[in-house]
């Protein structure tokens, strides 16, 4: 074929009538009215609805007679206006049609194993089998022209903002971060592996010691973990690194580039600066280091108030060191009996061994448990969950760690029942003041919450000779999005005694930290 194409299937408009035009694509459906066929001929831009008539020509009108869908077609023809009746307000090319001259079928198709516009109701495994033909689907294109636009955007802010743009290296050594690494054997060295980065933490600090200053990259990143819907084994992340930083100068940076993305991808103003809370501030009410604030149903502690009651389960956990929380629901009296068992179920899903509950009912309190208090218990425990007729109360009572994942989970399932959510809002928050280090039951010591780099708030260096770790915070935050962490970072240590504090703290030997880390050290 030695036609050339003029315009893509989706960019024609009533401006385009009487052109001469060439188009090619996929034969979207076909159709036979009387002997005129029209097909509607797609690309990546969209569809364009062209026409074979005999009396136009009877060559390209037989030929035409034999497409199916998915055939591959170039077609030759004029812009015309669509006849009165046939003009379809659904498509931006609506109003269009081309008369074709000349016909070429480019290559033909098997008949597809589904029907390509009814994606949604296929068997994934199906879709995967032919997944050329999933990625045929508007939804599927549109998701990938939008991360290249993204993609764009990011390149063009970061390098405004004085960034070089720096590959790193795919093939290194391998170095702990957290996840398990993919291993390449190497030819040259038998028995001796490379491993695929899990991020480029050690090349950009290398990068910031010799001076380049602010560095990004859209890094590829490979971890050898569990699928989940956010765990991947090779993912995209947007890489940066800063010298002579302080947070404030990141959290502006990043709220910046979401301002300008969502702008420029979608259309939506983001308010800023976004509002911060501290990782604990984060647990206790929201019971997630990730907390979605689209919605209310705050995580109430009432411990104390728990501990003076007759119920036994609650003074018990209360004397073991556990804690007792509470979520108050709006209007949560209509539950039915049900829909509370079902509430219980998806707690036990998080380990929480019950779910004891409270309704307010213009003739006091419904409830199981209610005899375990006294009138003024009652009222401290309506005043501090801010209980009103017609509200719900759900309790959980076990370790800080249950009763956070257990409510934190069930307040966004109550809130997605109950329509709280609303999904065209987007609510960014900082969580700062991570703690440093955490205590890894399986490997019964402490390992670092992000990476053995993260500087430590320089107020709780001397929390370094104590013997609780956990409560050593550290300079680390995350951005996160209606519930969602889709970033994260934190000020490097940059003095020598920190860092053996670090290495100390965790265990590594001298023979370890110079194995894993020596290059980075003696730089």
């Not at 966004?412 to 987007?426: C, H, T, V």
Request: net charge negative; with cysteine; glycine share 6%.
């Amino acid at each position: 074929m030695e036609w050339k194409r003029t315009n893509y299937c989706g960019d024609l408009r009533i401006e385009d009538v009487d052109s001469e035009v060439v188009l090619m694509g996929w034969c979207q459906t076909r159709r036979d009215h009387g002997g005129v066929i029209f097909v509607d001929l797609r690309d990546y831009t969209g569809i364009s609805q062209v026409v074979f008539k005999m009396e136009i020509s009877e060559v390209a009108h037989l030929l035409a007679d034999t497409i199916r869908g998915e055939f591959v077609l170039a077609v030759r023809g004029k812009v015309a206006h669509r006849i009165e009746g046939n003009v379809n307000p659904k498509l931006p090319t609506g109003e269009i049609e081309i008369l074709v001259e000349t016909l070429e079928i480019l290559n033909q198709s098997l008949t597809p194993p589904y029907v390509l516009d009814n994606r949604d109701n296929v068997d994934e495994k199906l879709r995967l089998t032919y997944r050329f033909l999933d990625l045929r689907d508007s939804t599927l294109q549109n998701n990938l022209m939008l991360r290249s636009q993204a993609m764009q955007i990011v390149r063009n802010y970061f390098t405004s903002q004085r960034f070089f743009e720096i590959e790193t290296p795919i093939l290194t050594k391998s170095t702990p971060e957290g996840a398990r690494d993919y291993l390449v054997p190497s030819r040259v060295n038998p028995g001796l592996f490379y491993a695929l980065p899990q991020s480029p933490q050690l090349f950009k600090q290398l990068l910031m010691i010799s001076g380049y200053d602010r560095y990004m990259q859209l890094a590829r990143c490979f971890r050898d973990e569990d699928l989940r819907g956010n765990r991947q084994p090779e993912f995209t992340q947007i890489d940066l690194e800063l010298s002579f930083t302080e947070p404030e100068e990141i959290f502006e940076l990043t709220e910046g580039l979401m301002v300008k993305l969502f702008e420029e991808t979608i259309g939506v103003k983001v308010e800023t600066p976004f509002p911060h809370m501290t990782y604990q501030q984060a647990m206790e009410n929201y019971g997630s280091d990730a907390p979605d604030i689209r919605f209310d149903l705050k995580l109430k502690d009432i411990s104390d108030i728990a501990s003076e009651c007759e119920l036994r389960v609650f003074k018990q956990v209360v004397d073991k060191g556990g804690i007792v929380k509470a979520i108050c629901v709006q209007g949560g009296a209509e539950f039915s009996r049900k829909e509370l068992d079902d509430l219980t179920e998806f707690a036990q899903i998080y380990s929480a061994k019950g779910m004891a509950w409270i309704k307010l009912n213009n003739d006091g309190w419904q409830s199981p448990i209610g005899k375990f208090f006294t009138a003024e218990q009652k009222e401290a425990l309506e005043e501090r969950v801010g209980l009103k007729v017609g509200d719900l109360v759900l309790f959980c009572a076990d370790n800080t760690k249950i009763v956070h994942d257990a409510l934190g989970n069930l307040r966004k399932e109550i809130a997605r029942r109950r329509g709280l959510i609303n999904d065209s809002e987007y609510r960014f928050v900082w969580v700062t003041d991570f703690p440093l280090f955490e205590y890894s039951e399986t490997e019964k010591s402490y390992t670092s919450s992000h990476h053995p780099f993260t500087m430590p708030d320089l107020d709780d260096l001397d929390k370094f000779g104590e013997s609780s770790p956990e409560k050593i915070r550290s300079r680390a935050y995350d951005v996160v999005l209606n519930g969602v962490e889709i970033g994260g970072g934190s000020i490097r240590i940059h003095r020598e005694e920190i860092q053996n504090k670090v290495f100390r703290l965790l265990k590594l030997t001298e023979e370890e930290i110079e194995s894993k880390f020596g290059f980075l050290m003696k730089a």
